[in-house]
Protein backbone atom coordinates (compact mmCIF):
# COMPACT_ATOMS: atom_id res chain seq x y z
CA UNK A 1 0.00 0.00 0.00
CA UNK A 2 1.74 3.25 -1.29
CA UNK A 3 2.23 5.96 1.77
CA UNK A 4 -0.04 8.63 2.75
CA UNK A 5 3.10 10.80 1.99
CA UNK A 6 3.43 12.39 -1.55
CA UNK A 7 6.67 11.28 -2.42
CA UNK A 8 8.75 13.29 -5.21
CA UNK A 9 9.34 11.60 -8.35
CA UNK A 10 12.18 9.13 -8.60
CA UNK A 11 14.11 11.44 -10.89
CA UNK A 12 14.05 14.02 -8.75
CA UNK A 13 15.51 12.63 -5.37
CA UNK A 14 19.18 13.53 -5.12
CA UNK A 15 21.77 11.01 -3.29
CA UNK A 16 20.86 11.92 0.34
CA UNK A 17 21.02 10.87 3.69
CA UNK A 18 18.36 8.86 5.45
CA UNK A 19 15.89 10.28 7.25
CA UNK A 20 14.44 9.65 10.95
CA UNK A 21 16.81 8.35 12.42
CA UNK A 22 16.53 6.20 15.24
CA UNK A 23 18.07 7.25 18.47
CA UNK A 24 18.98 5.50 21.64
CA UNK A 25 21.17 2.43 19.93
CA UNK A 26 24.99 1.66 20.96
CA UNK A 27 27.55 3.58 19.39
CA UNK A 28 29.21 1.39 16.25
CA UNK A 29 32.92 1.76 16.51
CA UNK A 30 34.64 -0.56 13.42
CA UNK A 31 38.36 -2.06 13.47
CA UNK A 32 39.69 -3.16 10.12
CA UNK A 33 41.82 -6.54 10.18
CA UNK A 34 44.03 -6.55 7.18
CA UNK A 35 46.33 -9.31 5.78
CA UNK A 36 47.34 -11.31 2.96
CA UNK A 37 46.11 -14.30 1.62
CA UNK A 38 45.72 -17.16 4.89
CA UNK A 39 47.27 -14.76 7.25
CA UNK A 40 44.49 -15.44 9.48
CA UNK A 41 42.11 -12.34 9.43
CA UNK A 42 38.78 -14.69 9.66
CA UNK A 43 40.14 -17.06 12.52
CA UNK A 44 41.05 -13.35 14.19
CA UNK A 45 37.32 -12.06 13.63
CA UNK A 46 35.77 -15.09 14.25
CA UNK A 47 37.56 -15.08 17.72
CA UNK A 48 35.69 -12.49 19.43
CA UNK A 49 32.85 -12.10 17.49
CA UNK A 50 29.68 -12.82 18.44
CA UNK A 51 28.39 -14.36 15.13
CA UNK A 52 30.05 -16.68 12.83
CA UNK A 53 32.22 -14.47 10.31
CA UNK A 54 30.07 -13.91 7.12
CA UNK A 55 31.61 -13.23 3.85
CA UNK A 56 30.38 -9.83 2.30
CA UNK A 57 31.14 -9.55 -1.21
CA UNK A 58 31.15 -5.96 -3.32
CA UNK A 59 31.72 -5.08 -7.08
CA UNK A 60 34.90 -2.93 -7.03
CA UNK A 61 35.77 -1.45 -10.71
CA UNK A 62 38.96 -1.29 -11.20
CA UNK A 63 41.70 -0.46 -14.05
CA UNK A 64 42.10 -3.23 -16.20
CA UNK A 65 44.94 -4.53 -17.24
CA UNK A 66 44.90 -4.05 -20.67
CA UNK A 67 45.14 -0.27 -20.87
CA UNK A 68 44.72 1.35 -24.15
CA UNK A 69 48.04 3.84 -24.18
CA UNK A 70 47.40 5.37 -27.39
CA UNK A 71 43.75 6.45 -27.02
CA UNK A 72 44.98 7.19 -23.18
CA UNK A 73 41.51 5.34 -22.20
CA UNK A 74 41.74 2.89 -19.58
CA UNK A 75 39.63 -0.42 -19.89
CA UNK A 76 37.54 -0.48 -16.47
CA UNK A 77 36.75 -3.84 -15.56
CA UNK A 78 34.07 -4.87 -12.57
CA UNK A 79 35.59 -7.63 -10.12
CA UNK A 80 33.92 -8.94 -6.99
CA UNK A 81 35.90 -8.48 -3.39
CA UNK A 82 34.76 -10.40 -0.13
CA UNK A 83 34.96 -9.09 3.24
CA UNK A 84 34.42 -10.47 6.43
CA UNK A 85 32.30 -9.27 8.87
CA UNK A 86 32.04 -9.72 12.29
CA UNK A 87 30.66 -7.80 15.44
CA UNK A 88 30.48 -7.81 19.23
CA UNK A 89 28.43 -5.74 21.79
CA UNK A 90 30.14 -4.20 24.99
CA UNK A 91 27.33 -3.51 27.07
CA UNK A 92 29.19 -3.19 29.98
CA UNK A 93 31.34 -0.61 28.87
CA UNK A 94 31.10 3.45 30.19
CA UNK A 95 28.75 4.17 26.73
CA UNK A 96 27.25 1.10 25.10
CA UNK A 97 29.05 0.22 22.50
CA UNK A 98 29.00 -2.18 19.41
CA UNK A 99 32.23 -3.10 17.44
CA UNK A 100 32.26 -4.07 14.15
CA UNK A 101 35.36 -5.86 12.69
CA UNK A 102 36.25 -5.89 8.84
CA UNK A 103 38.77 -8.26 7.72
CA UNK A 104 40.17 -7.29 4.30
CA UNK A 105 42.41 -8.63 2.12
CA UNK A 106 45.74 -7.36 1.72
CA UNK A 107 46.32 -6.39 -2.50
CA UNK A 108 46.58 -3.13 -3.83
CA UNK A 109 43.37 -3.69 -6.16
CA UNK A 110 41.20 -3.81 -2.39
CA UNK A 111 43.01 -0.16 -1.70
CA UNK A 112 38.56 0.96 -3.59
CA UNK A 113 37.86 -1.09 -0.15
CA UNK A 114 40.41 0.03 2.48
CA UNK A 115 39.01 3.80 1.64
CA UNK A 116 35.01 2.67 2.63
CA UNK A 117 36.60 0.74 5.82
CA UNK A 118 38.62 3.05 7.25
CA UNK A 119 36.61 6.15 7.09
CA UNK A 120 35.83 6.83 10.71
CA UNK A 121 37.45 3.65 11.75
CA UNK A 122 39.27 3.48 15.06
CA UNK A 123 42.51 2.06 13.45
CA UNK A 124 43.27 -0.84 11.51
CA UNK A 125 45.39 -4.54 12.90
CA UNK A 126 48.34 -5.33 9.91
CA UNK A 127 47.90 -9.44 10.61
CA UNK A 128 51.31 -10.66 9.46
CA UNK A 129 52.26 -14.23 8.61
CA UNK A 130 56.17 -14.02 9.18
CA UNK A 131 56.22 -16.41 6.08
CA UNK A 132 54.40 -14.47 3.83
CA UNK A 133 55.70 -11.05 4.92
CA UNK A 134 55.52 -8.76 1.68
CA UNK A 135 51.98 -9.41 1.54
CA UNK A 136 51.70 -6.97 4.34
CA UNK A 137 53.73 -3.99 2.66
CA UNK A 138 50.69 -2.40 1.04
CA UNK A 139 48.23 -2.40 3.89
CA UNK A 140 51.12 -0.94 5.89
CA UNK A 141 51.98 1.87 3.48
CA UNK A 142 48.06 1.96 2.86
CA UNK A 143 47.32 3.24 6.27
CA UNK A 144 50.50 5.07 6.90
CA UNK A 145 49.21 7.39 3.43
CA UNK A 146 45.94 7.85 4.92
CA UNK A 147 46.80 8.94 8.51
CA UNK A 148 44.81 5.81 10.32
CA UNK A 149 46.11 4.25 13.11
CA UNK A 150 47.24 0.50 12.90
CA UNK A 151 49.04 -1.87 14.66
CA UNK A 152 51.00 -5.40 13.23
CA UNK A 153 49.94 -8.08 15.23
CA UNK A 154 52.34 -11.00 14.30
CA UNK A 155 50.10 -14.37 13.88
CA UNK A 156 52.24 -17.05 15.37
CA UNK A 157 51.50 -20.24 13.49
CA UNK A 158 52.56 -23.51 14.87
CA UNK A 159 55.54 -24.33 13.34
CA UNK A 160 56.89 -21.03 11.62
CA UNK A 161 59.56 -19.20 12.48
CA UNK A 162 59.35 -16.83 15.46
CA UNK A 163 61.22 -13.71 14.76
CA UNK A 164 61.30 -11.08 16.98
CA UNK A 165 58.96 -8.14 16.73
CA UNK A 166 61.65 -5.74 16.36
CA UNK A 167 63.16 -7.54 13.38
CA UNK A 168 59.51 -7.56 11.64
CA UNK A 169 59.58 -3.76 12.28
CA UNK A 170 63.04 -3.56 10.71
CA UNK A 171 61.92 -5.39 7.77
CA UNK A 172 58.63 -3.81 7.37
CA UNK A 173 60.14 -0.56 7.59
CA UNK A 174 57.45 0.65 10.33
CA UNK A 175 57.59 3.97 12.74
CA UNK A 176 58.68 3.53 15.85
CA UNK A 177 55.45 4.74 17.06
CA UNK A 178 53.47 1.60 15.64
CA UNK A 179 52.86 -1.26 17.72
CA UNK A 180 54.40 -4.52 16.83
CA UNK A 181 52.87 -7.29 19.07
CA UNK A 182 52.59 -11.37 18.64
CA UNK A 183 49.14 -13.09 18.97
CA UNK A 184 47.78 -16.56 18.22
CA UNK A 185 44.61 -15.13 16.02
CA UNK A 186 42.48 -18.56 17.41
CA UNK A 187 43.00 -16.88 21.07
CA UNK A 188 40.05 -14.34 22.08
CA UNK A 189 42.10 -13.32 25.02
CA UNK A 190 45.01 -12.29 22.17
CA UNK A 191 42.79 -10.99 20.05
CA UNK A 192 41.56 -8.86 22.52
CA UNK A 193 44.56 -7.96 23.31
CA UNK A 194 45.56 -6.98 20.04
CA UNK A 195 42.13 -4.54 19.66
CA UNK A 196 43.13 -3.19 23.49
CA UNK A 197 47.01 -2.29 21.80
CA UNK A 198 45.22 -0.67 19.04
CA UNK A 199 42.99 1.02 20.92
CA UNK A 200 46.09 2.72 23.00
CA UNK A 201 47.50 3.44 19.95
CA UNK A 202 44.81 5.29 18.31
CA UNK A 203 44.19 7.22 21.75
CA UNK A 204 48.07 8.68 21.93
CA UNK A 205 47.54 8.94 18.10
CA UNK A 206 44.80 11.62 18.36
CA UNK A 207 46.54 13.10 21.48
CA UNK A 208 49.22 13.75 19.01
CA UNK A 209 46.94 15.49 16.74
CA UNK A 210 45.49 13.99 14.07
CA UNK A 211 47.33 12.73 11.10
CA UNK A 212 46.26 14.30 8.11
CA UNK A 213 47.18 12.65 4.72
CA UNK A 214 48.12 14.68 1.96
CA UNK A 215 45.57 15.02 0.16
CA UNK A 216 43.40 17.00 2.61
CA UNK A 217 46.18 19.81 3.46
CA UNK A 218 44.33 22.69 5.28
CA UNK A 219 44.97 25.87 3.26
CA UNK A 220 47.05 28.47 4.93
CA UNK A 221 45.80 32.12 5.77
CA UNK A 222 48.11 34.34 3.40
CA UNK B 1 18.09 -14.63 -9.75
CA UNK B 2 20.80 -12.37 -11.79
CA UNK B 3 21.96 -9.14 -9.07
CA UNK B 4 21.27 -7.02 -12.26
CA UNK B 5 17.19 -8.41 -12.10
CA UNK B 6 17.30 -7.97 -8.03
CA UNK B 7 17.95 -4.32 -8.60
CA UNK B 8 15.43 -3.81 -11.25
CA UNK B 9 18.77 -2.66 -13.63
CA UNK B 10 19.65 0.08 -11.07
CA UNK B 11 23.14 -0.10 -10.20
CA UNK B 12 23.26 2.98 -7.55
CA UNK B 13 21.26 3.32 -3.74
CA UNK B 14 19.18 6.37 -4.03
CA UNK B 15 20.89 6.94 -0.30
CA UNK B 16 24.41 7.63 1.20
CA UNK B 17 24.69 4.08 3.36
CA UNK B 18 27.80 3.39 4.78
CA UNK B 19 29.11 -0.14 5.04
CA UNK B 20 28.19 0.41 8.79
CA UNK B 21 25.43 1.84 8.42
CA UNK B 22 22.73 -0.01 11.00
CA UNK B 23 19.19 -0.84 10.02
CA UNK B 24 16.30 -1.03 11.89
CA UNK B 25 12.48 -2.56 11.05
CA UNK B 26 10.55 0.35 10.87
CA UNK B 27 6.43 0.61 10.85
CA UNK B 28 6.08 1.25 7.01
CA UNK B 29 5.29 -1.67 4.87
CA UNK B 30 7.42 -2.09 1.27
CA UNK B 31 5.55 -1.30 -1.65
CA UNK B 32 4.40 -4.05 -3.62
CA UNK B 33 5.71 -5.96 -6.26
CA UNK B 34 9.32 -6.22 -3.79
CA UNK B 35 11.95 -8.70 -4.58
CA UNK B 36 11.60 -11.66 -1.82
CA UNK B 37 15.20 -10.41 -0.31
CA UNK B 38 13.31 -7.07 0.84
CA UNK B 39 11.04 -9.45 3.12
CA UNK B 40 14.50 -11.31 3.86
CA UNK B 41 16.00 -8.23 4.73
CA UNK B 42 13.00 -7.00 7.17
CA UNK B 43 12.95 -10.38 8.77
CA UNK B 44 16.12 -9.67 9.96
CA UNK B 45 16.35 -6.34 11.19
CA UNK B 46 13.13 -7.22 13.30
CA UNK B 47 15.22 -9.91 15.18
CA UNK B 48 18.16 -7.50 15.11
CA UNK B 49 19.41 -4.47 14.16
CA UNK B 50 21.70 -5.07 10.93
CA UNK B 51 24.41 -3.51 9.84
CA UNK B 52 24.33 -2.92 5.34
CA UNK B 53 27.32 -5.70 5.54
CA UNK B 54 25.94 -7.85 7.59
CA UNK B 55 22.19 -7.99 5.56
CA UNK B 56 24.58 -8.55 2.37
CA UNK B 57 26.67 -11.34 4.05
CA UNK B 58 23.49 -12.96 5.41
CA UNK B 59 21.48 -12.45 1.75
CA UNK B 60 24.92 -13.40 0.16
CA UNK B 61 24.01 -10.94 -2.26
CA UNK B 62 27.01 -7.95 -3.04
CA UNK B 63 26.76 -4.66 -0.59
CA UNK B 64 25.58 -2.52 -3.59
CA UNK B 65 22.59 -4.47 -4.29
CA UNK B 66 21.64 -4.60 -0.46
CA UNK B 67 22.08 -1.17 -0.52
CA UNK B 68 19.56 -0.43 -3.05
CA UNK B 69 17.27 -2.52 -1.96
CA UNK B 70 17.40 -1.01 1.41
CA UNK B 71 16.81 2.00 -0.27
CA UNK B 72 13.60 1.36 -1.23
CA UNK B 73 12.57 -0.09 2.05
CA UNK B 74 13.50 3.21 3.94
CA UNK B 75 11.67 4.98 1.45
CA UNK B 76 8.88 2.83 2.44
CA UNK B 77 9.33 3.33 6.59
CA UNK B 78 9.87 -0.08 6.58
CA UNK B 79 13.42 0.16 7.54
CA UNK B 80 15.15 2.92 9.88
CA UNK B 81 18.99 3.91 9.90
CA UNK B 82 20.04 3.31 13.59
CA UNK B 83 21.57 6.59 14.99
CA UNK B 84 25.20 5.07 15.74
CA UNK B 85 27.68 7.15 14.43
CA UNK B 86 31.15 8.37 16.22
CA UNK B 87 31.06 10.73 13.62
CA UNK B 88 29.13 12.29 11.07
CA UNK B 89 29.45 10.15 8.01
CA UNK B 90 27.51 12.19 5.81
CA UNK B 91 29.89 15.33 6.54
CA UNK B 92 32.77 14.59 4.68
CA UNK B 93 34.63 17.56 5.65
CA UNK B 94 34.40 16.41 9.84
CA UNK B 95 36.81 14.80 11.71
CA UNK B 96 36.22 11.15 11.15
CA UNK B 97 38.02 9.42 14.11
CA UNK B 98 36.27 8.36 17.11
CA UNK B 99 36.70 10.71 19.76
CA UNK B 100 39.28 9.99 22.61
CA UNK B 101 36.07 9.10 25.07
CA UNK B 102 34.46 6.61 22.93
CA UNK B 103 38.12 5.40 22.29
CA UNK B 104 38.78 5.22 26.20
CA UNK B 105 34.98 3.62 26.65
CA UNK B 106 36.25 0.84 23.93
CA UNK B 107 38.97 -0.30 26.16
CA UNK B 108 37.20 -0.31 29.15
CA UNK B 109 34.75 -2.36 27.24
CA UNK B 110 37.41 -5.06 26.02
CA UNK B 111 39.29 -4.90 29.49
CA UNK B 112 35.70 -6.06 31.30
CA UNK B 113 34.96 -8.65 28.62
CA UNK B 114 38.40 -10.32 28.59
CA UNK B 115 39.82 -9.54 31.39
CA UNK B 116 42.88 -11.33 30.76
CA UNK B 117 43.43 -9.89 27.54
CA UNK B 118 46.90 -7.76 27.48
CA UNK B 119 47.48 -4.85 25.48
CA UNK B 120 50.67 -3.50 24.80
CA UNK B 121 52.79 -1.25 26.14
CA UNK B 122 51.53 -2.37 29.51
CA UNK B 123 49.96 1.03 31.62
CA UNK B 124 53.30 2.12 33.73
Known amino acids: MPSATPRPDDSTVALRSPSRPQAGAPTVLKIVIAGGFGAGKTTAVGAVSEITPLSTEEY ?19 TTVAFDFGRLSLPDAPVPLELFLFGTPGQDRFVDLWYDLSRGAVGAVVLVDTRRLESSFTPVSFFEDIGLPFVVAINQFDGAHRYHPEQVRTALELPTSAPVVTCDARDPNHVAGVLL ?26 | MRTYTLTRGRTKPRHLLGLETVLDAGTGRPGPGQVAECEEILALCREHRRSVTELAGRLRRPVTAVKILVSDLLDADALVVSVTDAYTASDADADERPTTHLLAALSVGLKRKWPDAVGYPKAG
Not at chain 1, 71 to 77: N, S
Not at chain 1, 198 to 219: D, E, F, Q, Y
Open chain 1, 60 to 78: LTEAGADVDSLAGIEAKQT
Open chain 1, 197 to 222: TLVGHAVKSASAGPARPAATTTLQDA
